[in-house]
């Protein structure tokens, strides 16, 4: 069974920066498409960013277009949320997910870790 540990969250004011890591101990990364989520309090799941195994991503959340940004380093098995500018309206749990090994940013997600919560707040 795969599982993913999420890294990073934590308290920023508005319009800051935070880096979120996601890793697996046992399983390699490197086939798999990755995701982040987010819900945040009272609200749905709503996707965020997709990275597929050749490193392209997709973006499914407008609200981060030009803030957030989502890489790999297969090399150290883990993939990265960088969320810069952020925005009260991004206060949420952030969940890293990985759909099948050789999967696409289109497929279902079949793993995901326990989440990091973030909370942007002066």
């Known amino acids: 069974q795969l599982q993913l540990v999420e890294s990073g969250g934590g308290s920023v004011q508005p319009g800051g920066s935070l880096r979120l890591s996601c890793t697996s101990s046992?399983?390699?990364?490197?086939?798999?498409?990755l995701g982040w989520f987010r819900q945040a309090p009272g609200k749905e799941r709503e996707g965020v960013l997709c990275?597929?195994?050749?490193?392209?991503?997709?973006n499914y959340a407008d609200s981060v277009k030009g803030r957030f940004t989502i890489t790999r380093d297969n090399a150290k098995n883990t993939v990265y949320l960088q969320m810069n500018s952020l925005k009260p309206e991004d206060t949420a749990i952030y969940y890293c997910?990985?759909?099948?090994?050789?999967?696409?940013?289109?497929?279902?997600?079949?793993?995901w870790g326990q989440g990091t919560q973030v909370t942007v707040s002066s």
């Open positions: 990275i597929n195994n050749s490193g392209a991503s997709t």
């Open positions: 046992r399983y390699t990364l490197d086939y798999y498409a």
């Open positions: 997910a990985a759909a099948g090994p050789y999967s696409t940013c289109a497929d279902e997600y079949d793993y």
